[in-house]
């Protein structure tokens, strides 16, 4: 069976950086998407950043020029680069694959201000 196990959240305050790690059980490196959500309280789940072997990139609005998303499919990881965190970002991160379709537990990212 497929797992991802994420790790690398916590509490920073607003600037500073962040890599969170995610690890999948299984072999990444047969094309299929990669991507970070993260859903803060009270709203709904929201795509990220998302990665497909080749290279492709696509980031929400919201982090384009602050957040790298990157797959290291040797080692059968996705991780995300946080930088210039902001409060807005405060939200539970959750690692995701789209096949086969498996999310992580998530990590918690608190940025406070």
């Known amino acids: 069976q497929v797992q991802l196990v994420e790790a690398g959240g916590g509490l920073v305050q607003a600037g500073a950086s962040l890599t969170l790690s995610c690890a999948a059980s299984a072999d990444t490196s047969d094309g299929s998407g990669g991507a970070w959500y993260r859903q803060a309280q009270g709203a709904e789940r929201e795509r990220v950043a998302v990665?497909?072997?080749?290279?492709?990139?696509v980031y929400t609005e919201s982090v384009k020029g602050r957040f790298t998303i990157a797959r290291n499919d040797a080692q059968n990881t996705i991780n995300l680069n946080m930088n210039s965190l902001k409060p807005d970002d405060t939200a539970l991160y959750y690692c995701?694959?789209?096949?086969?379709?498996?999310w992580g537990q998530g990590t918690q990212v608190t940025v406070s201000s």
């Open positions: 995701h694959l789209a096949f086969p379709d498996t």
């Open positions: 990665t497909i072997p080749d290279g492709y990139t």
